[in-house]
């Protein structure tokens, strides 16, 4: 990209951002104890936002020395376009750092396929007749925003990324288990190993079914399902959902809508964070902020466009690929730990049930608060302890509620789901449907 065109650029839109994005990746995966894929990909694109009269338009390619005809094609769609109500990024600085890790940039075929031969007989060795799932993924990236406010910035990134599963199917009885993790360096083959351990003995104990009645539980739900309780939160705090005003959270900045125990942070900085980033991307710099505070409701996730929208200041959470206009999302999702152990609350769940799988949770109306969906793990606690697995069994709850008056205990344990580190946490009264 020569280095004047935004100068060029200058002379035919009134205001104008770039963004541009490079990327490799290399992925293995196994299914049913057989290498499957080996794929190797590069991609790379350009876009730019142009302004023309006070309105905005939008356009992209995949081949970066295409920018010039990028440029031009935006500040012709300019009319048709939404109005230029916000301005674009102005200079800044980072003065956070965030660790490249080269491991992501090296990696090797014949060690990621050797990798999966090892989680393969990890869970063989628990379960001879369980079949083994992994996929392994590198990946590295450079990204790059320009704007008519006189920002420049570029960031280069890393991320590996582990999936581990057993299962089996039996007549009647198909039984899936499993583990992942997302980092932005390289993660140790012996977690990996490790994981793969605990999704087999999860596996032996779920292929056992348990009879459970329908009724209103103690339930205590891993760090796997609390990600989906958590998406009537992330979906309400959400900038779209406010300036559309969607969110029953619109006018509640400052109140105390949850449990004392209940904090979000949203941390661009983690150094284990898939999500972490010095730049969001329309090149706002990025910040560590609360969005809930002991209960009480303390941000909203914005991009320069809703923020100006609503009133408020910008936080850098703009999102986005080459082919898509930037939209709020958060970095790191961190839910404060709690102050029992998870066999603390295994203890406190007794005659209850734990969550560890949901499906179907993408159809509940989560700016109501709702989360329902079919429980695909789920284990009856007695003595402590897990017992077979439930089958046929579904929960509908009301996060915003539960939230607030339904939380037993939280976990100090913590583990990594996607770009979210969260507890285990028991809620009171959840209402289990049977069949």
């Known amino acids: 990209m020569p280095e004047n065109f935004t100068e060029r650029l200058k002379t035919f839109a009134d205001a ?11 992925s293995v995966a196994f299914e049913n104890d057989r290498l499957t894929e080996i794929r190797q990909g590069e991609s790379s ?18 081949k970066v020395d295409e920018i010039e005809d990028v440029a031009k094609s935006a500040a ?9 109500n916000f301005e674009f990024a102005g200079k800044q600085a980072s003065k956070e750092k965030l660790a490249y890790d080269e491991g992501c940039e090296n990696l090797n075929v014949e060690q990621l396929v050797e990798l999966g031969n090892k989680v393969k007989d990890a869970i063989k060795a628990i379960d001879k007749d369980a079949m083994a799932e992994c996929s392994f993924s590198g990946s590295t990236s450079r990204t790059r925003v320009a704007t008519s406010g006189g920002q420049d910035c570029e960031e280069r990134g890393s991320g590996f990324g582990y999936m581990v599963g057993a299962k089996v199917c ?29 999704a087999a003995q999860d596996l ?17 739900f891993s760090p796997s399902a609390v990600s989906d309780l958590m998406l009537p939160v992330g979906t309400s705090v959400n900038g779209l959902n406010i300036e559309k005003k969607t969110s029953r959270f619109v006018n509640s900045l400052g109140e105390k809508l949850f449990d004392d125990r209940f904090s979000v942070t949203d941390d661009p900085f983690l150094p284990d964070g898939p999500g972490s980033s010095l730049y969001d991307g329309e090149g706002v710099c990025t910040r560590r902020r609360a969005v809930v505070e002991k209960g009480v409701l303390k941000g909203f996730t914005h991009s320069l466009s809703t923020a100006k929208a609503c009133g408020h200041e910008a936080t850098g959470n703009a999102a986005r690929g080459v082919s898509s206009i930037p939209q709020p999302s958060m970095h790191n999702i961190v839910v404060a730990a709690g102050d029992k152990s998870q066999a603390d609350l295994l203890k406190l769940a007794e005659g209850g049930l734990l969550v560890d799988q949901m499906l179907g949770t993408f159809t509940s109306n989560f700016l109501a608060g709702q989360v329902s969906g079919n429980i695909s793990l789920g284990f009856p606690i007695k003595d402590g302890k897990r017992t077979g697995r439930v089958k046929n069994c579904a929960l509908n709850v009301n996060m915003f509620e539960m939230l607030k008056a339904g939380i037993v205990a939280i976990s100090r344990e913590r583990e990594w ?7 285990w946490i028991l809620l009171e009264g959840v209402g289990i449907s049977a069949r």
């Open 45 to 62: 694109g350009v876009s730019v936002r142009a302004v023309k009269s006070g309105k905005i338009g939008f356009s992209y390619s995949s």
């Open 16 to 26: 104008f951002e770039m963004y541009k994005s490079e990327s490799r990746s290399l």
């Open 204 to 220: 032996v104990i779920a292929r056992n079914v348990s009879p459970f009645a329908e009724g209103k539980y103690r339930v205590l």
């Open 417 to 423: 789901q996607g770009n979210m580190l969260l507890p």
């Open 170 to 198: 039996e007549e009647g009885n198909f039984v899936q288990t499993y583990r992942y993790r997302n980092d932005n360096k390289r993660i140790d083959d012996k977690e990996i190993i490790e994981a793969a351990r605990i």
């Open 76 to 84: 012709r769609m300019a009319p048709f376009g939404k109005p230029y």
